[in-house]
T-cell receptor
Framework: AQSVTQPDIHITVSEGASLELRCNYS??????LFWYVQSPGQGLQLLLK??????LVQGIKGFEAEFKRSQSSFNLRKPSVHWSDAAEYFC????????????FGTGTQLKVEL | GAVVSQHPSWVICKSGTSVKIECRSL??????MFWYRQFPKQSLMLMAT?????????EQGVEKDKFLINHASLTLSTLTVTSAHPEDSSFYIC?????????????FGPGTRLLVL
């Protein structure tokens, strides 16, 4: 069965600093990969997704992610974090034949220090 | 585009009563809708998948008689928590997806917080 690991439960960065959130997956074939962000008490907003093609994916709010097949990773990056980026970030994986179900990681809570 | 709404956003009810939560796709037709439950500071747990016009598929361990799901149209799915008890208190989130010919992207609603007294 496929699984998703987000190794960092909490991350704190200073405003203006760069950010990288890690995501590793376990799946035998090429997965479909997503990053979502959740603000407190809110639903999830899609940041970006990878289905195929260029392994560097651009998303909303200045985020990008790179799919590295050799490392089974899909890390999320942002060059300069804003205080409004403080939220919970979830990596999710879908797979062919999965009925479009997603497997979510446990999430990374991002805190931004001013 | 791809906006999903949920109603209500908050609900407080007495133990033993039933609560209905609506999930609507506002600007697209959702061939599939998903219902999740999220406990504080935890990830999302998929409860069930519903396709328009057919019975929902429940995940292992989810009581189908407890959590009734109806997907009567391509824009509306409902989750009814029957005979609610305090342990059913949680944050319920729906998502909707449309068939784009490839892996569908799930778009999430804002969630419904249920408190059972």
């Amino acid at each position: 069965a496929q699984s998703v690991t987000q190794p960092d439960i909490h991350i704190t960065v200073s405003e203006g600093a760069s950010l990288e959130l890690r995501c590793n997956y376990s799946y035998g074939a090429t997965p479909y990969l997503f990053w979502y962000v959740q603000s407190p008490g809110q639903g999830l907003q899609l940041l970006l997704k990878y289905f195929s093609g260029d392994t560097l994916v651009q998303g909303i709010k200045g985020f990008e992610a790179e799919f590295k097949r050799s490392q089974s990773s899909f890390n999320l990056r942002k060059p300069s974090v804003h205080w409004s980026d403080a939220a919970e970030y979830f990596c999710a994986v879908g797979f062919t034949g999965g009925g479009n179900k997603l497997t979510f990681g446990t999430g990374t809570q991002l805190k931004v220090e001013l | 585009g791809a906006v999903v709404s949920q109603h209500p956003s908050w609900v407080i009810c007495k133990s033993g009563t039933s609560v209905k939560i609506e999930c609507r796709s506002l600007d697209f037709q959702a061939t599939t809708m998903f219902w999740y439950r999220q406990f504080p500071k935890q990830s999302l747990m998929l409860m069930a998948t519903s396709n328009e016009g057919s019975k929902a598929t429940y995940e292992q361990g989810v009581e189908k008689d407890k959590f009734l799901i109806n997907h009567a149209s391509l824009t509306l799915s409902t989750l009814t928590v029957t005979s609610a008890h305090p342990e059913d208190s949680s944050f319920y989130i729906c998502s909707a997806a449309y068939d784009s010919g490839t892996q569908e992207t799930q778009y999430f609603g804002p969630g419904t917080r249920l408190l059972v007294l």
